[in-house]
């Protein structure tokens, strides 16, 4: 049984850090990168944490993902802005982008910031949270233009991406409410978790190359590959597109077409557009009693399992306590290709063996 390993959140971050400053990366950025991929795994997204890792190597190698690069305004338009990722690691690309909204937030009331051809930028809840962090409301939508992993409704192959969709609402002295979720029915990092602890994925979730219902997540991983399902069949479809035309083309970026088609499973990159509400400018004094009131109406319901009725953005908190109390589990499939990334890296042997002994 791949029972795995456990590793403590700062060290995981320190191991993470000195990695990608073997790669090349200048100190803050490593440490961008490092608090973003910790940050997911503390939440329990673990298809969006450390398992990256040879993924964003891979890609580097590759020449998709450039090193210490930053995010460059192409068009301020006082509550609107553009802004090009300049193929740099989503982490940085996107965490300026969000700070840029959040001023203009701050600034009008309202603001949204379209970000393209950045890399990969990671679990979409992290930049929701710095939002609801300043006070504001943010609705995201998000593309994976050239890297179609799912297929459309009543389709039998691969035509876009697993383009996610987040909101977060910010409560007073309350964890945030925070929906954060992949229009496919999993993410394509969970078929990669699965494949790595020798795991079936739920049915309804994916088909092969021939276009049958599996579940198994080696189609996602080796050749001949298959395709992810959209949630909720035609409705999971119907948001996968809205968020490609309003995350691709709307962002100043690429939709996913044969055009735009990447060579590589590894050049993972996103366009952003983001809604940013300053919600004190909505004249609406009873928000946060109208709020917890439906919180507890919806909470007293008598429950179906043992399990909790959760609101969103709850999971993730819970996780988070326990993980920091606990350690970050990693997989064994998955912890070895950490390590194997970075060695390529350019970490020592040596090094990459004290860090080892830090696990559990």
């Not at 964003?56 to 993902?65: C, H, P, Q, V």
Request: charged share 20%; glycine share 10%; net charge negative.
């Amino acid at each position: 049984m791949n029972t795995g390993i456990r590793i403590q959140a700062q060290h995981l971050h320190q191991f993470i850090e000195a990695l990608f400053r073997h790669a090349g990366s200048e100190a803050e950025e490593a440490s961008r990168v490092a608090d973003h991929l910790v940050a997911a795994n503390l939440s329990g997204h673990d298809s969006h944490g450390a398992g990256m890792i040879p993924s964003y190597i891979n890609s580097l190698a590759l020449g998709y993902l450039q090193l210490n690069q930053h995010a460059k305004v192409v068009r301020d338009a006082g509550a609107i802005v553009t802004v090009d990722g300049n193929a740099a690691f989503g982490q940085v690309a996107a965490l300026e982008a969000i700070n840029m909204g959040i001023e203009k937030a701050k600034q009008f009331g309202i603001a949204a910031v379209a970000l393209h051809n950045a890399h990969h930028i990671g679990r979409i809840g992290y930049w929701a949270e710095q939002c609801a962090a300043a006070g504001f409301i943010s609705i995201h939508f998000v593309n994976v233009p050239g890297d179609p992993m799912v297929a459309p409704f009543r389709g039998t192959d691969s035509r876009f991406g697993t383009n996610p969709f987040c909101v977060v609402f910010p409560r007073k002295d309350k964890d945030p409410l925070l929906l954060d979720f992949a229009t496919s029915a999993i993410a394509f990092g969970k078929t990669r978790v699965a494949w790595h602890k020798g795991q079936r994925v739920p049915e309804g979730c994916l088909i092969d190359s021939q276009g049958a219902p599996t579940t198994d997540p080696a189609v996602m991983q080796t050749p001949p590959l298959g395709a992810l399902l959209t949630f909720a069949q035609h409705k999971g479809y119907a948001l996968a597109t809205m968020c490609e035309i309003l995350g691709g083309a709307l962002s100043g970026g690429k939709t996913t077409h044969k055009e735009t088609l990447h060579g590589s499973v590894d050049a993972i990159f996103n366009g952003m557009t983001t809604i940013i509400l300053n919600p004190e400018m909505f004249g609406a004094p009873e928000m946060e009693k109208e709020t917890d009131a439906f919180i507890n109406w919806v909470k007293s319901s008598q429950q179906a399992a043992d399990e909790p009725i959760l609101v969103p953005g709850e999971w993730e908190a819970t996780n988070r306590a326990i993980r920091r109390a606990e350690g970050i589990p990693l997989d064994n499939g998955s912890w070895q290709a950490i390590c194997e990334a970075a060695l390529k890296a350019g970490m020592p042997q040596e090094e990459l063996e004290q860090f080892r002994l830090l696990v559990h």
